[in-house]
């Protein structure tokens, strides 16, 4: 069974970090691109970043770049999405998804682009 599931989310004051964790089984990350949402409430999942194992690429929303890293570790078959310098704004749930695809080329941060999503984490940052 394909499956996704994230962990790590939490509450953190402003200015914190955290490494959030989405754990892969039923498929091998070599083969399909992850990327990375997010959705507070009231608004539409807005697309993070995209990352391919396959020729080891990494897209980055403009709102997210420099804040923001994604890195993975195969043999857990594991990727991980740091955030640094948290706002508030940042508040939502964050979810993972395994693309249709090796790449990230295309619409990678159109949610209809990924078919198999996790069941998101919470994180919420107070100021």
């Known amino acids: 069974e394909v499956q996704l599931v994230e962990s790590g989310g939490g509450l953190v004051q402003a200015g914190g970090s955290l490494r959030l964790s989405c754990a892969a089984s039923?498929?091998?990350?070599?083969?399909?691109?992850i990327g990375w949402f997010r959705q507070a409430p009231g608004s539409v999942r807005e697309g993070l970043s995209c990352?391919?194992?396959?020729?080891?690429?990494?897209y980055y929303a403009e709102s997210v770049k420099g804040r923001f890293t994604v890195s993975s570790d195969n043999a857990k078959n594991t990727v991980y999405l740091q955030i640094n310098s948290l706002k508030p704004e940042d508040t939502a749930v964050y979810y993972c998804?395994?693309?249709?695809?090796?790449?990230?080329?295309?619409?990678?941060?159109?949610?209809?682009?990924?078919?198999?999503w996790g069941q998101g984490t919470q994180v919420t940052v107070f100021s």
């Open positions: 990352f391919s194992a396959f020729d080891g690429s990494t």
């Open positions: 998804a395994k693309a249709g695809r090796f790449d990230c080329k295309g619409s990678y941060y159109v949610p209809a682009e990924y078919e198999v």
């Open positions: 039923g498929f091998t990350l070599d083969d399909y691109a």
